[in-house]
C-alpha cells in the first residue's frame, strides 16, 4: 500500500495573547523531509507516530511534513498557508497514492482561517480525488466541522484525557485503511455536534465508564471506530463544541443512530464529567490540611497546553504569602529571569523578578531574593513517550520554595522537569504543576491527591473570564438550557 503521511497541528486559542508564526513550529517540531530538514524520531513528537507506524508495517510511506507548535494565537497567515501548500505539493509529487493519513490537531485556527483542518482536507481531497481514502487523527480537543467530515473518509479522535492512546488510535487508523485498499470494508462515517463546553478527564468516573463502553461498542462486527471529540472551547468559532462520530462499514443509518445514543449519553452527563475545579484559596486550604504525602495542585489556568504563558504569578504568590514549607512549582516561563541565573551562576543569591510578563492574566511578577540551586543547559521531558527538549532552565530557592524556571514554554509533563535540576518531587508535600491534566499520566503515581485549582488565566475553566463571540448559542455552561435533540 502506497500511503502519504503528514503532520500538521496547532491548538489554536482565541484567547492567548502569543502570536504564532512558523518559527514556533521550528521551536516545536518542524520536520520537512521533502526539504531535507530532518527531526530524529526519538524527538519527534507523538503527532508523528502514525508515520512510524505506517513504516514499521512495511508500507510504502511517502512521508511528507511533520509540524507541532505549543498551543497559542491563530497562526499568521502566509506561514499557516506556507505549511499546507509545502503539504499539499509534496502529496501532488507523491501521486498515485492509495491512502492519505494525516495527523491534525482539530482546533487550528490561522488568520482568516476558522476551520484548518477543514480547509487542509478539502485540499487535499481535490489532489488525491474521491476514491482515495483520506484518514486523520487527531486530538480530542478538536472541534468537528462539516467540511472535515465531508472530505476525510474517516476521522478518529484520541479517546483518553490525557492523550496516552495516540499511538492505539494511530493502529487503529492503519487498520482501517489498510482494509479499506484492500476492499474488505467501507468506511462510512457520521457525526453530531453537543452544545456543550468543557474539560472531561477521563481518568475519573463518570467520563471512564464511557469511554470504557465506547470501547466495547467498538467490538460489534459493522462498527468501526466511535470518538468522542471534546472540542476546544477556546478557539471561539462557531464549530466550538463537543462532538461525536461514528465509523460503521457502510452503514449510515447505524452511524447516525450511533451517534445520537452516544450523544444524549454524554450530555446528559455534561454536569458530572466536567473537570473539577476549586478556588485558589481553597485548593491550597485542602493541601494543608493533609499532614502526610504527596499534594499536587494544577494550575489548571495557566497551561501552555493550551495557549496560556505557563507564567502567571497567582499560585506562587499563594505558596508565599502561606509560608508553604518543603513545596515546589514547575514550570514558570521566563526566558529573561533563567538568562540571569545562568550568568549568576549556581549558589549565586541575586534579587529576581519572576513572571507575570505575557498578558493580562499573569498576575504581577513576583519580585524576591533567590538562591540559585541549579542549571542544566539542555533540560528535557517526557511527553507521550517522546523525549521533548526545553532547552535552558534554572531551578531556584526563595522564601524555602523549589520553582523551576525555563526557557522555552512548555506545561508540565513529566518528573524530569524537576529531577533535571536535582529536585526529588516525591519528598515534597506540595507540587504545584502548571498543567490543565497531562501531568496526570506521569505524576499522578507518586501523588496523594490531586486538585484542579483555577485562577485567574487564559486556560480558566471559569468561562465566565472570556468574551465569546462566535460560539453556537446556545451552549452549556454558557447558557444553563441549552438541550441536545439527538
Ligand atoms: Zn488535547
Known sequence: MRIFTA???HESSAFSPIPTSIENFREGLLHRPSRGELVPIRLQAIECALTAKATERGYDVVESIGAAATPSGPTIRADFEALRDELLSDLRKAMPVDAVALFLHGAQLAEGYDDC???ILRAVREIVGPEVPIGAEIDLHGNITEAMMAHATLIIACKEYPHTDFLERADELLDILEATVAGDTKPTAAYCKLPMMGLFHTTREPMRGLVDRLMEMEKEAGILSLSIAHGFFFADTPHVGAAVIAVTDNDMPRAEALCREIGSEFFALRDQVAAPTTSVADAFDEAAAHEDGLTIIADTADNAGGGAGSDSTHLLRELIDRKTENAALGMIWDPVAVDFAFTAGVGANLPLRIGGKVGRYSGDPVDAEVTVTALNPALSQISFGYEQPLGRAAAV??????VVLSAAREQTHSPECFTGLGINPTTKRL??????QHFH????????????AVAPGVTSLDLTTFTYKNVPRPIWPLDPEATFAG
Open 117 to 119: 483542518e477543514g480547509e
Open 431 to 436: 507540587l504545584v504543576l502548571k498543567s490543565a
Open 397 to 402: 530557592r526563595l522564601h524555602g520554595i523549589d
Open 7 to 9: 503532520c500538521f497541528a
Open 441 to 452: 499520566a506521569k505524576f499522578s503515581p507518586l501523588a496523594d491527591r490531586i486538585i484542579y
